[in-house]
């Protein structure tokens, strides 16, 4: 009889979500699966940068681009620990007139980076309903002065209506001194929750339009992904798996006690009821089959927009994922016969 596998522990570095509560925690394992050592980080690591790290949370964007330009290095899995709707994510000053995509025809709009999945997906969302993208004066720049280094343009020359600010200069500022109109971010700056906030969010129901959206496409936008090394792959090819199936019990054991204890807020059990009425289900599914129209959109809008040169084919996003998640499935029958 075939001895079970011994797997390696698995240094992992993500941001702090809170469906990733139990991992962090170490309250969950799946069958047979590695021990998770997993680090929470103010930001997105850059995992093949830290030889500390087995893998790790990693943009879709890079993630893509890299793929489409031959580097393998990592190997993604479909397991999207941040995705959401972005009509959201479209500031504007409070006393500003714009209302719709359609008003920012011709205007100044700033965002965090050009290659970003999130900034993506929202430009997407602009084009898709009215917005003629090449009409718009774009700055890209930090949200405010404390934010860390990064790339913001990507590797590509940027487009003709796309300008990189010089250091110092900020998005919220340019927003709340009118040398902008608009700005894509996605993450609201400090002050915005105040009630005397001077910004506000572009679309008066932003809810309205992102259920509209799902009704359409099916799907919430996936933005960041957990990855491995492809060297601890192929010294353990059953570990993508396991790590997807970790993850998986982590969201269904936080979804359950959040259910419970929901006083964590004033009205999170009515989000939590509207939830699960709106999407009948998981709104943010793992696995390679539930994120196929996604990722194929996503692969299209990328090259739309001009990030990547040619169309990333969605078959070889998770291929790898495949490809080693069925080698040890084989593994574990033989093993079993």
């Known amino acids: 009889m075939t001895s079970p596998p011994v797997h390696p522990t698995v240094r ?8 990733l509560t139990p991992v962090f925690n170490g309250q969950l394992r799946a069958a047979g699966g590695p021990v998770l050592e997993v680090q929470a980080r103010a930001t997105t690591p850059d995992v093949l940068d830290e030889p500390g790290l087995d893998g790790g949370e990693t943009s879709f964007s890079r993630y893509v681009r890299a793929r489409g330009l031959g580097d393998d290095r990592l190997i993604g899995l479909p397991v999207f620990v941040m995705r959401g709707f972005r009509h959201r994510c479209v500031l504007v000053r409070r006393d500003s007139g714009h209302t719709a995509p359609e008003d920012l025809e011709g205007a100044r709009v700033g965002l965090t980076g050009w290659p970003d999945s999130g900034n993506t997906w ?13 009409s718009v004066h774009w700055t890209v720049a930090p949200l405010t002065a404390d934010e860390g280094a990064k790339d913001r343009v990507g590797a590509l020359p940027l487009p003709a209506n796309v300008r990189a600010a010089p250091p110092g200069e900020t998005l919220v500022d340019a927003l709340t001194d009118g040398r902008l109109d608009a700005v894509l971010t996605p993450f609201m700056p400090p002050g915005f929750f105040g009630r005397d906030s001077p910004l506000r969010h572009l679309y008066p129901d932003f809810r309205a339009a992102e259920r509209a959206y799902f009704a359409s496409t ?4 996936g933005i960041h992904l957990i990855t491995l090394k492809r060297g601890v792959v192929e010294r353990h090819p059953e570990l993508p798996r396991l790590v997807l199936d970790t993850f998986e019990l982590s969201k269904r054991h936080w979804l359950e006690r959040r259910r419970m204890l929901a006083d964590t807020a004033p009205w999170v059990l009515a989000e939590l009821e509207e939830t699960a009425r709106t999407f009948d289900g998981d709104w943010m599914p793992y696995g390679t089959a539930d994120n196929a129209a996604m990722t194929a959109a996503f692969c299209t809008e990328l090259h739309a927009q001009g990030i990547t040169p040619e169309r990333v084919d969605p078959e070889s996003v998770f291929a790898d994922f495949e490809r080693y998640g069925l080698a040890a499935a084989g593994a574990t029958t033989r093993g079993g016969e």
Do not use: I, N
């Open 218 to 221: 099916g799907f919430v936008p």
């Open 122 to 134: 929202t430009r997407a969302v602009l084009r898709e309903e009215g917005l003629d993208l090449g």
């Open 12 to 19: 992992l570095a993500v941001r702090d979500w809170d469906h």
